[in-house]
């Protein structure tokens, strides 16, 4: 017959064995919820060397208290991990920014900022806090910086106005905004600059080329990631879906321009 301390410690380990169980099931269930198995198909990635910070928020259905999400943005996209506790079903993944579409805080007492991720078929919503950090990391964002320049040259202006229509299909801003964003920029001369680089190569690609409407997203995604870095590195990070190797290495040739910090 068992004794008392053995019955005790079986129940303890039943116990044990029974909560790891449940918890691996639920933990299961909030990463299907979530959309973790299609962020996984599409985006999945090693390690990732730009910055990240913690934070709470929702992937879609599925809500991560504490500082349960771990979240990163670099030139090349938007990463997206959990803490260990909650690492069953999910891995790390990184998003090319033409994949995402960012909306305006929401109301409410914690106004949160959605990253739609339509591909995934999901979304990531973190409080303005955390989406500001992520939109700073990303070389380019203009997210809640002040206006700087109250008004541009008639030179500078024209120059925006030439490589606008050139993204009409991909970028779909209007002229007022582009010029928001480089009012809000430190200088806007080096940003402007880099535009009219990305317009060269994409104009030339995309005459050359007959694309989808997603290769040619694809194509400007790229070279968003290129101005950030070598042809090299920018390759290194793809995840091609739309263009081949060989056509992401013809456009990547075709930008000139030194990346930039």
Not at 63 to 73: E, K, P, Q, S, W
Not at 144 to 172: C, G, N, Q, T
Not at 244 to 259: I, Q, V, W
Request: glycine fraction near 8%.
């Amino acid at each position: 017959m068992l004794s008392t301390a053995g019955l005790v410690l079986g129940i303890v380990a039943l116990s044990v064995v029974w909560f790891v169980v449940l918890w691996l099931a639920i933990c299961y269930g909030v990463a299907r919820a979530a959309g973790w198995g299609r962020l996984r198909q599409l985006y999945e990635t090693g390690p990732f060397e730009g910055p990240t910070s913690t934070s709470a928020g929702y992937v879609g259905a599925s809500r991560y208290r504490g500082r349960a999400l771990i979240v990163g943005a670099s030139p090349a996209g938007l990463y997206l991990n959990v803490s260990a506790l909650f690492r069953v079903g999910t891995s790390p993944v990184l998003i090319p920014w033409h994949d995402v579409t960012v909306s305006a805080p929401s109301r409410g007492p914690i106004p949160l900022v959605t990253f739609e991720l339509a591909s995934a078929r999901t979304s990531l919503r973190v409080p303005e806090s955390a989406a500001s950090k992520l939109l700073e990391w990303q070389r380019g964002a203009t997210y809640e910086a002040p206006i700087r320049h109250e008004w541009l040259s008639e030179a500078m202006d024209a120059r925006i106005r030439k490589f606008e229509p050139v993204f009409a299909e991909v970028y779909r801003r209007t002229h007022e905004e582009w010029l928001d964003g480089f009012q809000r920029d430190v200088d806007p001369e080096p940003e402007v600059a880099i535009w009219e680089a990305i317009a060269s190569a994409y104009q030339t690609f995309t005459g050359k080329h007959s694309l989808s409407l997603d290769a040619k997203r694809e194509a400007l995604g790229l070279l968003l990631v290129r101005t950030g870095g070598n042809q090299q590195q920018t390759l290194a990070r793809a995840r091609l879906q739309h263009l081949s190797r060989s056509d992401a290495e013809e456009l990547l040739r075709l930008y000139s321009a030194a990346p930039q910090p």
